[in-house]
């Protein structure tokens, strides 16, 4: 097989630092990305605005989910070889470490800031809650730390990390981790091999199924189902 | 490797029709269960009344997630290589099959009925919201059609399949398909070679890991995350 043109879409890697499956997918998906010829863009999104925006609890949020979600985050980091250790709290406030993330950087730079404040989070470091961890992650990963936490509170950075989060929701996205290459989206880690095949021009999806789907009735709601 | 022996707990496959992944699931299952010399016992339950009990929306009841969930199930049919067609309507009422599905049967038999009534919901058949079609897959599982739907109706089938759902409710479930060994959750395809790694004992989880999470304080709260 021959790489697609380097004009091949990018894969835009939405994520929020709180989510362990959006950290466990960022350590898959440059791999994926390089069998195939394609950019990784890091698109840093705000989590809780997603589930606000489509009146969803966010996963964690209903307790019976929590605990189980832990053990599948355990799981699937064992499966893929990769540490997945707590971070000291969560959920944790990820403003700082998105804005930090969404600065004018090199596409290197950026791959290995939030490479940094994943493994901060996930990875056995000591969280990105505070300025202080966001500018050690940014030392890491070879920039000026606390230049990198004052930048990262300017008004214009702010307002990029809430236009990034209207963009992922305009492109349909519900959750995090999302890829979206061209205007196919996928979501989560389970997504990626299908990202995968689809890449690989594989995919079994056809517009006669989605057509069907999309005119299907229903014949009965649940009482309380909201929207 | 020895078979365990046959008092091993079996695993408890709780399901609901209206769901393409318990589907999915039902089609692995038997072979998992089988390398493990485990026993499956389908147990009906109601999808709706889990997501009412632990306040959730339904994953189709998202419009943004209804057409990618549905794309999801294509892409994991195609490879698990069994078909997957959407029934006439969606959703629809799955308590008459759900409660068909709970009557007093052999094993045998309630795994041919189960077989027959998702066959015919998501593997290319007629649906199963109505008497008609649950009648037919009866059937076609080589049960009376007609008995099985008049007796589906007796007031001790109704209490026994929401006694089904509240069992699962008190051992933690929050979707479908979950499937239970002893105390242990699995939630979903996609935690089936996680099942699987479970019955090989080579589970990851570990209780110190679950004692480190559970004591995890939160440093931040998501406006409107209700509960």
Not at 9 to 33: E, G, N
Not at 89 to 106: E, K, M, Q, T
Not at 119 to 128: I, L, T
Request: net charge neutral; charged share 20%; aromatic share 8%.
């Amino acid at each position: 097989m021959s790489a697609p043109p380097s004009s091949a879409a990018p894969i835009r890697f939405c994520f929020d630092y709180v989510s362990p499956y959006a950290y466990l997918a960022w350590t898959q998906i440059h791999a994926l990305a390089e069998r195939h010829g394609r950019r990784v863009v890091p698109v840093p999104v705000v989590f809780g605005a997603i589930l606000d925006a489509r009146g969803q609890r966010g996963p964690a949020e209903i307790p019976a989910k929590r605990v189980y979600l832990f053990k599948d985050c355990v799981r699937l980091a064992h499966g893929f070889g990769v540490p997945l250790v707590p971070p000291p709290s969560h959920p944790f406030n990820p403003l700082l470490a998105l804005r930090a993330s969404s600065l004018p950087l090199s596409d290197e730079a950026r791959r290995a800031l939030v490479g940094q404040l994943f493994a901060a989070a996930w990875g056995g470091g000591g969280g990105v809650a505070g300025p202080d961890e966001v500018a050690q992650a940014a030392d890491a990963a070879g920039l000026d730390g606390e230049q990198v936490v004052r930048d990262a509170g300017a008004a214009e950075i702010k307002a990029l990390l809430r236009r990034q989060t209207d963009e992922a929701l305009d492109a349909g996205a519900f959750g995090v981790p999302t890829m979206l290459v061209g205007d196919e989206l996928f979501w989560g880690v389970d997504s990626l091999p299908h990202l995968d095949r689809f890449l690989e021009g594989r995919d079994p999806v056809t517009a006669e199924m989605l057509a069907r789907w999309a005119s299907l009735p229903a014949s009965a709601a649940r009482r309380g189902a909201g929207g």
